[in-house]
């Protein structure tokens, strides 16, 4: 049987379970180790970098992961199927439930295709699905039964289910087996963190950045540049690892420095960033404003990778208001922001990928919240993305179509919207490395060239 819900926390000031507590400990301690061997292999760059613009039709791609188990019948609400009612209750009704209203009614979802709609929370992409740049993916996810946050990511990041002897992740697999976009370029991929995604582990030039604007050595700034050029001269007649690990951290804060991500002020954008200082800044914003930054500076960067928390809803989930809206509106306006900013025209393109480990069941709980579920749902944006579409095989949520008695069913593995991403959009034919052992469907989810 697979593992059901894990043991939840009880914790007056948490409605996360036990298990995604203690997950960003794990993973430290699993991965950061071998992140940090993975640096050791790259190969050694002078850090004097000489910054050109090198053409590239390939995109760079941001990955967000929503980690906790975002709901996707939330995310994205399937009002045309009554059964969705019947499990959840409309947030209108006399008896309280978590079901979004359909379209027209008190804080109603915005209308997509006659079937689908967006909540309150996300109601501003819309404007970025009418545009045809977003695509929503329903009914997706990994179709291996595990329902633990620690074994659900992992797969997915390392985009081969329930294989224990696979340790770097498919983003990172696709940087490592494709020449640069940029033959100057000093960092190739950054995961915004103190430690490297597992999707990124094994990609060449890759290193974590919890902040872009202050990646440098710590100390006095008066003497950071004599210190600088003390590191080089004593780790430039080591032996290796330790040679090009010095040169490669010093090239990477040369690059780092030219980005100017502590200052950056979006030159077109017509939607605000939530705010990045100050009560209440949402670090989330912060990273995706640090990204454009990143990207306008044009340093050879292909692959972003960033987190965002918060979706581990088993109470008080709050649909239309309270926690889960809330998380929501930050995602949809940070993402909306980053889209006007960088995404419509920023000299490269960009794809923007959203996922989450698993959904949560369909029928809500007693603390008006979900457990742990199944299917789920994927955003993709971007100007090279057929968008204005939500891409599905409905399995139906009525009795006899879900997934265990359950659950959302998974029709779409979400290894084949990766996959068309990676050979379309970053232009990588070597699909069997990227995802090794699958042999993805294509679904029209983007354009190639």
Known sequence: MPELDPIRDGAPDSNACEEYNALSRRRFMLWSGAATAA??????????????????????????????????????????DAAYYTARPSANAATPGIGVPPPGSVNGCTDLNGFF???????????????????????????????SHFDAQKFMEVGKPADPNIFTGWLGRHIASVNP????????AIGIGYQMPLTLAGSLKGVPVPDLSTYNITGSSATRT??????????????????????NTLATIAAMSTV????????????????????????????????AALIRADIGVEAVAIDKSGWDTHSAQGVVAGTMHTNMLDLANTLRAFYEDVAIDAGRNVTIVVMSEFGRRVAQNASLGTDHGHGNVMLVIGRKINGGQVVT??????????????????????????AEIVNKRLENGNLANVFPGYTPTFRNIAVAG
């Open 39 to 80: 640096a050791f292999t790259t190969p050694l760059w002078f850090p004097r970098v000489t910054f050109a613009r090198f053409p590239s039709s390939r995109d760079v791609i941001v990955s967000v992961f929503l980690r906790g188990a975002c709901d996707g019948l939330t995310m994205c609400v399937p009002y045309g």
């Open 117 to 147: 709609g967006l909540p309150p929370g996300m109601a501003n992409l819309y404007p970025i699905y009418q545009a045809g740049h977003l695509a929503i993916v329903h009914a997706t996810g990994s179709t291996d039964p595990s329902r």
């Open 181 to 188: 976009a940029d033959p100057t370029a000093t960092v190739r």
């Open 226 to 247: 004599a210190r600088l050029g003390s590191i080089s001269s004593q780790y430039a007649t080591q032996l290796d690892p330790v040679k090009t690990a010095s040169a």
């Open 260 to 291: 100017g991500a502590g200052s950056y002020v979006p030159p077109t954008t017509t939607f605000p960033y939530p705010p990045t200082s100050g009560t209440g800044r949402s670090t989330f914003a912060l990273a995706l404003k640090q990204t």
């Open 393 to 418: 095989q409905w399995p139906g949520l009525g009795a006899g179509q879900l997934y265990q008695n359950l659950d959302l069913n998974v029709t779409i593995d979400f290894r084949d919207i990766l």
